[in-house]
């Protein structure tokens, strides 16, 4: 039994992985921070760094297959997560504007 994965949800997900860099830049150049949001940040760039390695070096595939680039559907969707942390710490963690 196959995984219908279409190809324009690959590419949403490889954008919004490359977009959270320029988003975590900005973040982190606009608002200043109590301890909880420079926790939340670093967890989000931690968690970005870390899928990023699991998605190149050794991703296991449910489906024993990968969309493209031999990145499966399931660690494209993992690039997500670490936005939730970046809202996390400016909605909970922020001190002001810089």
């Known amino acids: 039994m196959g995984v219908y994965e279409p190809i324009y ?3 949403f997900l490889i954008l919004l992985g490359l977009i959270y860099i320029p988003v975590t830049y900005y973040t982190i150049c606009k608002f200043k921070f109590n301890v909880i949001g420079l926790l939340f940040v670093i967890l989000s760039i931690s968690s970005y760094l870390l899928i990023g390695r699991y998605m190149f070096d050794a991703g296991v595939y449910a489906d024993e297959q990968s969309s493209l680039f031999g990145i499966g559907f399931l660690e494209l969707t993992l690039l997500s ?6 809202g996390l710490s400016v909605v909970l963690g922020k001190k002001g504007e810089r």
């Open 81 to 86: 997560y670490p936005y939730i942390f970046i």
């Open 9 to 11: 949800i690959f590419y």
